[in-house]
């Protein structure tokens, strides 16, 4: 049963301390908004049913984001401008 991403995440208690983030095998779906998530800098968002990584723009310090992994999800296509 799928699961919405935003909903998922808005579960998340103290963002701002949050480094690394495992989202992973919740066959989330949609949209969220990370800007709350000031220090992440990991996100393995593994084995979901994700069609695009376009939430990523919502974070506010993406300057801090070393590692991100998206593998097993419906990702078509990228844009990393």
Known sequence: MSQDFQQHINNKT??????YLDISNNDLTGEANLKDF????SLNAYNNKLENMDFLNSLT???KLQSINFFGNQVKEIDLA
């Open 14 to 19: 103290n963002k701002d301390k949050i480094r």
């Open 38 to 41: 000031t220090n992440l800098k």
């Open 61 to 63: 310090n993406k300057d």
